[in-house]
Every structure is written in structure tokens, then in C-alpha cells.
């Protein structure tokens, strides 16, 4: 049996990536799926191209309220209430702390950390009221270890565990399962643009592995935390990442 038939997911940065591979996963395990995106085409499109019948792709800015609370209002026009969150929506950038410009400190935080906040906010009411739901809240190794030049990204992440984790308390008692994962480096758009010398570094000297990680190794770890079999998982973090957590 599908492992998640029947079921409703909405997955924001759909549009491609490791959003676009979880959407895939999900519609072969039997979910309806909403992708959400700022390239409302790309989900839309990606949307249509999934197994099954009856899935929706649209616009979003997770970093505006109006935008979000619209948004999930319109997917759950389209597929029904939400039973499964995946926020996989993230920006990132590099700089030091003397050279980063506060725009670029804020812009960080206002799509990583606070649109994770949003789009929970928008489905975990209906998820509490049918005594059923999951989220899955995207984190990254680089909370864990930290990293020259990324520490506005690394603390927009470090922030989403320790946001999952009070919300893990708080919905819980009404079956709602609220977990995090944090992704090494995978190989994915947002590594485009680095030169190949430098992601040779990276996984030479941080990923025992020896090699970046596959979009589809980061949603079959999704899968799991957006399943029953997640049912005992609370707030926990599950580290997704060739090794990396332990240098």
C-alpha cells in the first residue's frame, strides 16, 4: 500500500530541486500535493507533470503574511485541507560579518526562518483540529557546525530547530508529529555558480562520503518523517548528510 494515500501535502519551494523530488516521491506514494513556490509557473508545471490526478501548483512568497495565508487558502481550495507540510523554501549567500549588508541579514531570516513560521502558522489549526498532521521543517548541516561566511544562513536554520521544537510541544497532543531536516550538501540549483573547484573542496574535506548528496536521498528521508512510521518522532532533527555532521 502507498505510504501516503489518501493524504494531502503541500510543499513549498516545489519548483524545483529537493522539493521537486519529495512532490515526485509523494505523488508515487498515492498524496494529492500542492506546490507552492515564488515561481508559481514552475510549480504549476511540475504539478502537472506529477503521477495521479489532481494536484496544484501556485505562487507564494513565504516571507509575506498575505501572501502565505492566501496561498494555503487557495490549495486548500484545490486538494483539500493540508495534511502534510513540507517547508523546503530557503534562500542562501555567503559573506562575512563585516561585509554583509543588513538587507541580506534580513532577507535570510525573512524567508528561511520566517516563512517556515508562516506557512506553519497557516495549516497547523486544521491539522490540530482533525487530530492528524505532519511537518517537515528544512533545516541544514551548517546549523550544527557553522561555517566562515554563512552566518546568517546558519543561524536561520539553527532558528527552525529550535522553532520546530516548541511547536513539537505544542501540537503533539493532538497528533501532529512536527520534526526537522537538515540536508548536507546536495546537489541541487543553489550550487550552480560555485566553481568546481570549490565544491571539490567541500566534499573532500567535510563529507566522508565523497560525494554531494542526491535530491532523492533528502526526500526519501522526508518521505519517512511525513509518514505513520514517524509517528513516535517528536521534534527531533534527522541529519540527512554523507557525514558532514561529524567533522
Same mark, same amino acid.
Given at each position: @500500500?502507498? +505510504? ?29 500535493? *500542492? ?18 490526478? $489532481?494536484?496544484? /501548483? $501556485? ?18 481550495? *484545490? ?13 542562501? /549567500? ?6 554583509? *549588508? ?22 497547523? %489549526?486544521? @491539522?490540530?483540529? +482533525?487530530?492528524?498532521? +505532519? ?10 557546525? /557553522?561555517?566562515?561566511?554563512? #552566518? ?20 503533539? /497532543?493532538? $497528533? ?8 548536507? %550538501?546536495?546537489?541541487?540549483? @543553489? ?16 563529507? %566522508?562520503? $565523497? ?15 511525513? #509518514?505513520?512510521?514517524? #509517528? ?16
Amino acid at each position: @500500500m502507498a +505510504r501516503l494515500s489518501g493524504k494531502t501535502a503541500a510543499i513549498t519551494g516545489g519548483a524545483g530541486g529537493i522539493g521537486a523530488a519529495i512532490a515526485r516521491l509523494f505523488a508515487e506514494q498515492g498524496a494529492t500535493l *500542492a506546490l507552492l513556490d515564488l515561481n508559481g509557473d514552475g510549480a504549476a508545471e511540475n504539478a502537472s507533470a506529477l503521477n495521479g490526478a $489532481g494536484h496544484y /501548483g $501556485g505562487a507564494v512568497d513565504v516571507g509575506e503574511e498575505a501572501s502565505v495565508a492566501s496561498a494555503f487558502a487557495t490549495a486548500a481550495e *484545490a486538494v483539500g485541507e493540508i495534511d502534510i507540510l513540507v517547508n523546503t523554501a530557503a534562500i542562501a /549567500g555567503a559573506a562575512p560579518v563585516e561585509e554583509m *549588508a543588513v538587507a541580506d541579514w534580513d532577507d535570510m531570516i525573512r524567508i528561511n526562518l520566517r516563512g517556515t513560521f508562516l506557512c506553519c502558522r497557516a495549516v497547523i %489549526p486544521a @491539522m490540530r483540529q +482533525r487530530k492528524w498532521g +505532519r511537518i517537515v521543517n528544512f533545516a541544514s548541516e551548517v546549523a550544527h557546525r /557553522g561555517n566562515p561566511g554563512l #552566518s546568517h544562513y546558519a543561524a536561520s536554520k539553527a532558528a527552525v530547530i529550535a522553532f520546530s521544537k516548541c511547536l513539537a510541544l505544542e501540537a503533539v /497532543g493532538d $497528533g501532529v508529529c512536527v520534526n526537522t531536516l537538515s540536508p548536507g %550538501p546536495t546537489d541541487t540549483s @543553489m550550487l550552480a555558480g560555485i566553481e568546481e573547484e570549490v565544491i571539490d573542496k567541500l566534499v573532500n574535506d567535510l563529507m %566522508p562520503i $565523497g560525494r554531494l548528496g542526491k535530491t532523492e536521498e533528502i526526500a526519501a528521508a522526508a518521505l519517512f518523517l511525513a #509518514s505513520d512510521d514517524a #509517528s513516535f518522532c517528536v521534534g527531533t532533527t534527522l541529519n540527512v548528510n554523507g557525514g558532514t555532521y561529524l567533522h
